[in-house]
């Protein structure tokens, strides 16, 4: 047997992707890059949006806690500076406009606080109180009240947008006389005027 002319007739089988392969692989890359990315970038926003609120449901819960532990008043602090939101809680013997000693936290800076917000701002600072009872003393900027006030009550709340994406609203809303507070998002239909609830 002769092994050389055996060899010689054999075709070597290909090693490397043909230039149809390779184009329909990067068409099919291409498509899917361009329906994902979109959809990835819209979630993380959302994700972002949903933090902050959190964090700020957060913040207010331990504002009330802290009034019924310590039994004295306590305030939720919001601001924006230098286009950043802040949120601070701390007790109302502090002046948030002025006091050194409050500790401000920072959301990140695509998260702007919406219109619909209705606490009461003074001194371009929202600021929401609660008594040593845990119930809430200032709520609503059309009825400005001192945070040493009697409790008053109207459902009040604060809501967030992703500057990166405006059609999606995330808010925190003190619902009841009591203080319970509870998180909303964006609704297709107005209740009370607001989208978000």
Not at 127 to 133: A, K, S, T, Y
Request: aromatic share 10%; net charge positive; glycine share 4%.
């Amino acid at each position: 047997m002769n092994y050389l002319k055996l060899l010689t007739l054999t075709k070597p089988k290909p090693t490397a992707f043909t230039l149809l392969e390779i184009l329909f692989t990067s068409v099919l890359l291409g498509v899917i890059a361009a329906i994902g990315v979109p959809y990835f970038f819209k979630t993380i926003e959302l994700q972002n949006l949903k933090g902050a609120s959190d964090k700020l449901y957060q913040a207010i819960s331990e504002a009330q806690a802290r009034s019924m532990n310590r039994k004295e008043n306590w305030q939720v602090s919001f601001r924006v500076s230098s286009g950043i939101v802040q949120y601070a809680y701390h007790s109302v013997s502090l002046n948030p406009a002025t006091s050194t000693a409050i500790q401000w936290t920072s959301l990140p800076k695509q998260i702007q606080i919406d219109s619909e917000t209705d606490i009461l701002q003074l001194n371009s600072i929202y600021q929401l109180c609660f008594n040593e009872q845990g119930l809430p003393t200032t709520v609503l900027a059309s009825t400005p009240r001192s945070c040493t006030s009697p409790p008053a009550f109207t459902p009040a709340q604060i809501t967030l947008y992703n500057s990166n994406s405006l059609s999606y609203k995330r808010c925190v809303v003190i619902t009841t006389i009591l203080g319970a507070i509870k998180t909303g998002q964006d609704q297709s239909v107005p209740k009370n005027g607001k989208y978000c609830y």
